[in-house]
């Protein structure tokens, strides 16, 4: 069963960077399509990024895009969220998982890690 631990969060001005990893372990990791997704106090949680096996195949939701990069290590079994000109908006938990299918859709990962939080001052 793999795991997954996500690492980077913290605390920054708007229209600073930061850069998220999520480690996971277990000799699959190559075969899943990996996410980050994000929920804020009060809301849902929401699809952000995700990268398929091919890591030349990318989604992003329309609020990051060109702002925020996902990218996957399978060497190092690891998935990375790349967020630069950060805003307040983006304060959230963010969360990768992970799925057999090319998805945005949440009940489609079934593989989750503890989340890191992210705040982003104003």
């Known amino acids: 069963q793999v795991q997954l631990v996500e690492s980077g969060g913290g605390l920054v001005q708007a229209g600073g960077s930061l850069r998220l990893s999520c480690a996971a372990s277990?000799?699959?990791?190559?075969?899943?399509?990996m996410g980050w997704f994000r929920q804020a106090p009060g809301k849902e949680r929401e699809f952000v990024a995700a990268i398929n096996w091919n890591p030349d195949i990318t989604n992003y939701v329309d609020s990051v895009k060109g702002r925020f990069t996902i990218s996957r290590d399978n060497a190092k079994n690891t998935v990375y969220l790349q967020m630069n000109s950060l805003k307040p908006e983006d304060t959230a938990v963010y969360y990768c998982?992970?799925?057999?299918?090319?998805?945005?859709?949440?009940?489609?990962?079934?593989?989750w890690g503890q989340g890191t939080q992210v705040t982003v001052s104003s």
């Open positions: 998982a992970a799925s057999n299918a090319w998805t945005e859709v949440r009940l489609h990962f079934h593989l």
């Open positions: 277990g000799r699959t990791f190559s075969r899943y399509v």
